[in-house]
Structures are given as C-alpha cells and as structure tokens.
C-alpha cells in the first residue's frame, strides 16, 4: 500500500489545471472515438464479405484490429477516469488493466505473425497456400492468447496469494504498479519484456530484410511492398515501446517532474494511441481489395 500513497503523492503534487486537464480529455477522447468508428467500419466490412475471413492475412489483421478496439477503449476510459473518478476500486482496476495487458501485449506478437505471413507470401509464394491454412492461422492466434495470459495473468495469481483480501476492496488510482504492487511482478515483467523484445525484433528483422531483398528483384508492386514494409516497422516500433514503458515512466519522473503529467500524455498518446491509428491505413486504406469492399458499405451508409 505504501506504492500506492506514493503514487498518489505525485499524482496529487503535479495535477494539471482544469483547462490543461479538459484540453487533454478532449484529445484523447477525439482520438479514441475516431480510431474505433474506423475499426468498427473495418470489422464490418471483414464480416460482411467471405473473401476476408477465408483468408489468412485478413483474419490476423482484423484480430488486430480487434486487439486495438479493446486496447483503445480501455485505456482511455482509464485516462478519463483518472481525471473524474480518480479512484477505483482495485478489483474494478485488476479487470481493466488485466484486459488492457492482454490487448498491448497481443499486438507485437500478432505484428510478428503478420511479417512472417508476408515473408512466406513474398518468398516462398507456391507454398503460401499449403502453409498458412485457415486452420492454422486460427491455432496461432489462441496461441497468442496462451502466450500473453502466462505473462498477464501470473501477475494476478502473485497478487492474490500475497495481498490480504481486504486489499481488493479498497480504492486506488488505477495504475498497474498499484492494483500489482509485488517487485516480484515488477522483476517478471522486465525479464518477460526483454525476452519478447529479442523474440519479436528477431523475426521482424529476419523476415523484414529477406522481403525487402526479394522486393528488390521483383518488378511488380515494388515500391508498395516496401512502403507497406515501412509501416509496420514504424508500427511495430511503436507497440514495442510499450515494453519499454514503465522504465521510461520512471525516467520521465526524474527527469522533468514539473511537467510529469504532460509527459505522460505524451508517452501515452505515443506508445498507446498513435500505432492503433496506423493498422487502418495499412490495410484499410492501401489494401485494393480492403479499400474497393470499404467504399462499397460506405457508398449505401451514405444513400
């Protein structure tokens, strides 16, 4: 509990005014509301047109997509919280934070699937057919999901077994750090980061430069294939920043703590809002097929 009253020390010592505080709100909730009615349009379209879902890199994306809807309904309900409500109780707190893990944690490792996907389309294109089956991509995706709950629900069971139960009914200001306040968890979560990070950035880079190689002979798509290459490179960087997070928190803390609360809106806007805006111009916007099923629905929305 003592991590607790701290926090809510530094909260409480550097809480921006009420222009700066609705300012912010406003921002983020623009944002939040933009990027879901975007995915929402995305996941519509996936579920109206067969062509989507009997294809495997259609199916990852839209569990991206997916990923991003929940990641970036959570956190800003959080960010609104934080700034009307203030305190919530901690069980409340575990299952928004909990959901919010799982929705973070997924994306890098569904961006890895996606690069591996797209190398074995480029590369190794008369098996692509024979390897990423229906089946198949369906398996890696609940293999994500087993993955991530080792990392994200462990933190749970440690808190259960070393937190009293009157703990869980108390109020605290919903961060991580305060509803998981074992170190073990904090020591778990750097190991478990650090090994995603080489894990991920492995087979990114691997299959990235070998794509990029294979562009470079072709003569067809090009320079699409290597912007489309750029982007989720540049969106994987960003999702990855958020391994990186909580040490930049407390860098940040140290390092500017007149002006904490701006930089963790800047961080969060960067680490958690900015790469969900990204997925819908990969594929929504770029994609011929994505883009040609897309105008459709908007086209009888409209008439």
Not at 177 to 188: A, C, D, E
Not at 207 to 230: H, P, V
Not at 240 to 260: I, V
Not at 279 to 294: A, E, M, Q, V, W
Request: aromatic residues 12%.
């Amino acid at each position: 509990m003592n991590v607790s009253s701290s926090n809510v020390t530094v909260v409480l010592q550097y809480r921006d005014s009420v222009t700066k505080a609705v300012i912010k709100n406003v921002i983020v909730l623009v944002l939040g509301i933009s990027i879901n009615f975007i995915d929402a349009s995305l996941i519509h379209t996936f579920c109206k047109h067969q062509i989507f879902y009997m294809n495997p890199r259609y199916i990852l994306f839209i569990h991206l997509v997916v990923n991003d809807m929940i990641q970036v309904t959570v956190s800003v309900s959080l960010f609104l919280i934080s700034y009307t409500i203030y305190k919530l109780n901690v069980s409340v707190c575990c299952a928004l934070v909990l959901l919010t893990l799982y929705a973070t944690e997924n994306t890098p490792l569904n961006l890895a699937c996606m690069a591996v996907e797209c190398y074995i389309a480029v590369c190794m294109p008369l098996r692509h057919v024979q390897i990423c089956t229906i089946q198949r991509t369906l398996i890696l995706i609940g293999l994500i999901w087993t993955v991530t709950s080792f990392t994200v629900l462990s933190d749970l069971f440690i808190t259960l077994a070393t937190q009293p139960l009157d703990f869980f009914h108390s109020q605290v200001f919903c961060l991580r750090k305060n509803v998981f306040p074992n170190p073990l968890i904090l020591k778990k979560r750097d190991i478990t980061y650090s090994v995603f990070l080489v894990i991920v950035w492995c087979t990114i880079l691997y299959t990235y430069f070998r794509i990029l190689f294979t562009a470079k002979t072709a003569s067809k798509d090009t320079k699409k294939a290597r912007n489309t290459i750029l982007l989720h490179g540049f969106q994987l960087l960003l999702c990855m920043a958020s391994y990186a997070t909580p040490q930049l928190k407390d860098a940040l803390q140290q390092w500017f703590p007149k002006s904490f609360t701006d930089s963790l809106f800047i961080c969060y806007i960067i680490v958690q809002i900015l790469p969900r805006s990204i997925s819908p111009i990969i594929y929504g916007l770029r994609d011929n097929t994505f883009r040609k099923y897309l105008k459709r629905i908007c086209c009888v929305k409209s008439a």
